[in-house]
């Protein structure tokens, strides 16, 4: 037997959405990505990039990938020295464990959210615990004050799409004795979100994700903004050129196209509110959502039964064995075609 570490050798693995090798002839709703192409900006810039040999990948990119963090800061107005850049925001989940976790101790999150946390934890060895939900989306038994090292809250809530008040963050900042990790992947498709939060609380930690408003799931693009203390630590913890060259290109480009971005995100608001409707004229129950999937179940709570007929039919979605989940599916929000298709699907499903 190889000497493995004790909870690396107990640990499942975190296991990701299907992605399916033939793309093209599925209609893919089973991992929120955006049916939309990045802006036309970012393939410029990567082929600036690249340029006519590639001879500038001969070279490291900048190590601090610091035009993504002035554009990002610019944005978001805050100073560079709140945003640091991420390969993706996974890459920055798990170096926020790394940083304020250690072996043994705990961090929490709410349960059914993003369980990539719990993986993190368990290579880390710290402990996890979960807070269920009530029938109204509170926290289920979660402490006048909570004494962990980390909380994470999944706000919109994936994959249930339902948002927390900006008023809970505030209060939960404040019942939080370790850092409040707020993980804003969708926020860019709600109301509201907790940013500006970041300069009244200490221990508030916001994280961003390019790879579903900005199209990039594939480029592994992300971000945290938090305050200079927080930054600083997570860059002595992360790979250092944690970007490659064509990323850096790519997220600067993308944070620009601000017009491009709110087309593409108004549109998908607008799709998921009429798919939202027409699920429940087929007696779905629907949850009211902020992000670009919904949460729907079938009037007999099988949520295995649909998933499987629309598999037959190309289409993904997502289906969780959890039983918390088991009564429904969470549908990524397409294209306005694609989601006329699901819907002719369901009705022949039943
Ligand atoms: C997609 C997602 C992430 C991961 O984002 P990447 O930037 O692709 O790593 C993190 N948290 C939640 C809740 C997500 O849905």
């Known amino acids: 037997m ?32 955006n049916p939309y192409p990045p802006s036309p900006a970012v393939r410029e810039a990567i082929l600036r990039e690249l340029g006519e040999d590639g001879a500038r990948l001969r070279q490291y990119p900048d190590a601090a990938s610091r035009a993504g963090r002035q554009e990002a800061a610019r944005l978001y107005g805050v100073d560079p020295a709140w945003v640091i850049m991420a390969n993706g925001s996974d890459e920055v989940l798990n170096n926020l464990i790394r940083a304020f976790a250690g072996e043994g101790e705990e961090i929490a999150y709410v349960h059914p959210s993003y369980s990539y946390y719990a993986t993190l934890a368990e290579i880390q ?43 809970f963050i505030e209060e939960l900042a404040g019942r939080v004795a370790g850092m409040l990790v707020v993980d804003e992947a969708y926020a ?15 221990n508030l930690v916001v994280t961003r994700t390019l790879s579903k408003s900005y199209s990039l799931a594939g480029m592994r693009l992300g971000l945290a903004v938090a305050r200079p203390e927080v930054i600083a630590a997570l860059d002595k913890i992360r790979d250092h050129y944690n970007l490659d060259r064509l990323a850096q290109a790519a997220v600067t480009a993308a944070l620009r196209d601000q017009e491009y971005f709110s087309r593409c995100v108004q549109r998908i608001r607008e799709t998921r509110d009429w798919f939202s409707v027409e699920l429940q004229v087929l007696d779905y129950s629907v949850i009211p959502s902020q992000g670009n999937y919904l949460f729907a179940s079938p009037p007999d709570r099988d949520g295995k039964r649909v998933y499987d007929a629309l598999y037959q039919r190309r289409i993904l979605v997502r289906y969780f064995s959890d039983p918390a989940l088991a009564h429904g599916l969470r549908i990524s929000i397409g294209t306005r075609e694609e989601m006329m298709a699901t819907l002719d699907a369901l009705r022949e499903i039943g």
Do not use: S
């Not at 033939?22 to 929120?32: M, P, S, V």
């Not at 996890?128 to 919109?156: A, I, Q, S």
């Open 125 to 167: 060895g710290a402990r996890v615990c979960t807070f269920g939900l009530t029938d109204k989306w509170e926290l289920d038994g979660f402490p006048e004050r909570y004494e962990g090292k980390l909380f994470f809250l999944t706000n919109p809530n994936a994959p249930l799409g339902f948002a927390y008040p900006r008023e």
């Open 188 to 202: 860019d498709f709600a109301d509201d979100n907790a940013l500006d939060l970041v300069h009244k609380y200490e």
């Open 2 to 33: 190889i000497p493995l570490r004790d909870n690396i050798r107990n640990m499942a693995g975190y296991v990701p959405g299907f992605q399916p090798d033939d793309g093209q002839d599925w209609i893919k709703l089973n991992t929120n990505e």
